[in-house]
């Protein structure tokens, strides 16, 4: 019988980047409403719900743009935080 392979291997945190994605795009459509809402247009030319899709598509960009970047330094930050342990393979029989 033989002894168990020994592994070394690095442990660490990692986030999910979907949540940083959609959060930002979110806060990016929240923004866009917060600017449709904020401000009477004065032209007949565009409605409203014309200028918030607009808005929306540029500051959910623009959002997720920036969960990206936050998503980025966050999975560097946790890196240097990883830590070296020696895994041991066990025996199913």
Request: proline letters at 3%.
């Amino acid at each position: 019988m033989s002894s168990p392979a020994k592994i070394d291997v690095n442990v660490r945190l990692s986030p999910k980047f979907w949540p940083f994605l959609v959060g930002g795009a979110l806060l990016g459509v929240l923004a866009a409403l917060i600017v449709t809402l904020g401000f009477n247009s004065t032209t007949d030319e565009f409605t409203d719900q014309s200028i918030f899709g607009y808005f929306a598509i540029i500051l959910g960009m623009i959002g997720a743009g920036l969960g990206s970047i936050i998503y980025l330094i966050l999975d560097r930050v946790l890196a240097r935080k990883s830590t070296r342990l020696t895994a041991v393979e066990i025996d199913e029989n």
